[in-house]
Each structure stands twice: as C-alpha cells, then as structure tokens.
C-alpha cells in the first residue's frame, strides 16, 4: 500500500469519525460557547455558569461557529461536526504545504500526515493539541484542531515569504493570521510562535528586512489587543490555575511517545547538515520549554510538547526520501515498521466508526466508550435554567444550554470559582443541613437537581426523569 492510500484511509476513518462525533473531554465547553453566541452574539456571558464574565473560549473560529448557528438555525451538534470538517481540511492541507517546504519529493506531505498520525508510542494519549489519530477522533471538533491546521499553513506561508521578495501586505497578513491563532487556542499558538521562530532564524535572512517582521509582530499584536471578548494578556498570569489540571503531561512519556526517538534519531543528520535546520531548531525550542515546565513545576507548559514532537515526526517521515541514497531503504524499513506499530496501537479508533461487537476482540479490546451526554433532561430543562450538579455531568449539561452551579472546567475569569465549587461540595456531602441545601440552591437561582441514586439530596425536590447510570433529574420546588 502506497504512503499515499494509506493517508487517505485515515483520512476517511476520521471523516466517518466525525459522523460519529464521539463525546469526551472538552466537547460540552465548546459546544457550550457555540450555543451562548448563537443566543448573543455581543455579550454572550459565562458559557457554563450564569455570570457576565469573559472567556478565552470566545475566539475567532467559536464566534464563526457561533453565526453559522444563529443564521442557520442547525443544532449545535450539527455545527460543531462542520467545525470538525473544517479543521480537518485546514490540518491535511496545512501539513502537506509544510512538508513540501521541506522537501519536493512527492510522497512528502502523504509520509507528514501518517508520521503525524501514528508516530505516538504504545500507551494511547489522548489530549487537545495532540495529533495522535487516537487523540485527533476526540477532539477533531476542537478549536485546537484548527488553530493546528492554520498553525501548519502559517509555518508554509512564513517560508515562502522568507524565501521570496514578500511585500508589506504579506507579512501584515501574516501577522494577523499569528494573532488569529493565538485567539483560537492559546497552547496551540505557543507552538506555532515556537515553529515561526524556528522558521525565521533557519532561514537567516537579511537584516535590513527587520522592519517587515516588526509590522507582522505589530498586526498580529493589535489582533489580539482589539478583539472583544476576552483580555488575551490577562492570561500570561493565569498558568498557576492550571498547573495542576496539565501535570499528567509529565507522567508516562516513555510508553506514550517512545515512538518518537526514530524522528528524533533523525534529526541528528538534519543537524549535521545543517545546524540552523528549520526541523532541528523548532524540535530544541519545543523541548527547551517542555523540560524547563517540568523542571520548574510550571506543568501548563507541557502544552507545548507538540513543538517538539511535530518537527521530530517530520524529520522521521522525509527520512525515506530525504537521506542519502544508500541509507533510504533501511529508514523506509524502520518507518514502516514505527507507523505499523503505530496504527495497530490506536486501532480502538476504529470503535468510534464500526459497532464495538463488530471489531475483532484484540481490537475492541483498545476501545474506549465515549461519554453517553445529557440529551434526556431536554424535555424538561431549557435554555438558561440553573442545574446543580457534581463536576463529571456539569462538564456536558451546558452543551444543551443550561448553565450549571459550578462549571466543570477551570475558569481564570470567573471570580467566584472556588466559592461555587465549595457551593457544589457542601450541597452533596452527606451531613449538609436541608435548609443549608435549600438556601445554596436559592443563592444560586437553581431549577434543576441532577444526581446519581436513589432518593433525592435534600427536600423540596421532585424526580422528573431519570437517565443512563441511575442519573436522576430533579425539580426544585
């Protein structure tokens, strides 16, 4: 099978992926701020608790998504799937642009995309701004996915402007598309600064053109100043709210990306070559500023370890036809060999497409079941109606349109945060007074009381329905 179909099945298995849209980590986030623009385009809120606060998740992309909603009327699911076509097309693309600023070869972009894909280790990863085809399935809706994909098309444009006689408006654009990236997905757009520099000091070029690259970092920096709906600057202070949610990015590196050391073996040829490799550079600043959050228990910056593991997977995939004629063979064979191992580790993917009994059992065996949702308390719950509930189901209900006490992910903006999360404890713990209960459900406007058992948490409650795993729904009289 020629690099070129195999490419393309993956491309397709992420397509019917996306029919499937499996639900599981951040997908309630964004299609929680999808469904607040579509109601509000200006002042959309808090996209999870009832509050008049700013988010980072209203950025350029989620504001498009947002309109496409409003003017179309189509379910939020409905949008976030065209999200997920969309950012898929720009991240296919983006890499094939990039690979063949890297080499002519024509195998080149078809060899980026499954080294991008399968090049992981044996122990499944899934996370936001990973390209694992594992990780890809879950969030192919997320906005990391497009800030990736335009990531990819920033790095190739950069490139090309470099090398050629690019004129004012071009690097103006360019500007603006850095600043359009760093709105989408903060993590994402460190690692496409970390490629552009990488790129640009690969490049070497002339000195006196410095005046272009300050009207680029000036557009991209008044994108991020101007836009509306949140203080992107307000966030370089922010890290120490997330350390402990990114802390797992440190666990596990061996048998999560052992596959790796083959792109990383080689770079060291690159390097030989040439010490200002476009490829080289970017891989030392991606690790540079993942072994000092590490070292410095700054764990947000782990976000940044796909600096270090894209330009390593590309290294590994134009091995093949980038080495010495002699060395070609022996690096396709041990490629082949990489992606094989690969492919059979995140073969669960398939799941998400094929019926789970349908999978031969080594496979099934891979397969996580993504989380069930809250479609079944929308009879009765509407849009802007306060439930109470623990952090595991408040991660989904606002995807419907409700809000919730607490909200089920870190919110920088929200000043209140750990006073509605002690909220959501003392509600539920065991001892908690029934008039305590009573007045925190007051405090809060709430409507709505979702939890796991067989009796309600308090009185003043009446079960409405119930749903999968003995999740029962409330009404607050």
Known sequence: ??????????????????????????????????????????????????????????????????????????SVFVVLRIGALAGLALLVTGAGRYARTLSAHRAAPALAVLSLLLLWGT??????????LNSLALTVSYPSVFALGLAFHFWAWLTRALRGAAGWGAWAGLGALWGVILLCHQFTGVVASLGGLAVILAARPARHRWTRWVLGAGAGLLVLWLWPYYDFFALLGAGAELEHVHRPLYRDLPARFWLVLLGMAALVPRWRRDHRDPLVLFFALGALVFAAGGLTGHYSWGRVLPAALIPAQLAAALAPVEAPRRLRAGWAVLLAAALAVGAWTQAGTAGYVVPRDALPEAVAAKYRQPWTGYGWITPWVRHGDVVMARTFPARQIPAYGAYTVAPGYPDVFLPDEEARQEAVRRYFAPGTAAGERRAILREYGVRWVVDRGAGPPGAGLREVARGPGGQVLYEVG
């Open 1 to 74: 099978m020629t690099a070129g179909a195999a490419a393309g099945l993956l491309v397709l298995l992420l397509l019917a992926v996306v029919v499937r849209l499996p639900w599981a980590g951040d997908l309630g986030m964004h299609a929680a701020t999808i469904e607040r623009l579509r109601h509000d385009l200006t002042d959309p809120g808090n996209p999870l608790v009832a509050a008049d606060t700013p988010s980072p998740y209203y950025s350029p992309w989620t504001l498009l998504l947002g309109c496409v909603a409003r003017l179309t009327g189509l």
């Open 123 to 132: 122990a499944p990863f899934a996370w936001s701004g990973f390209l694992g």
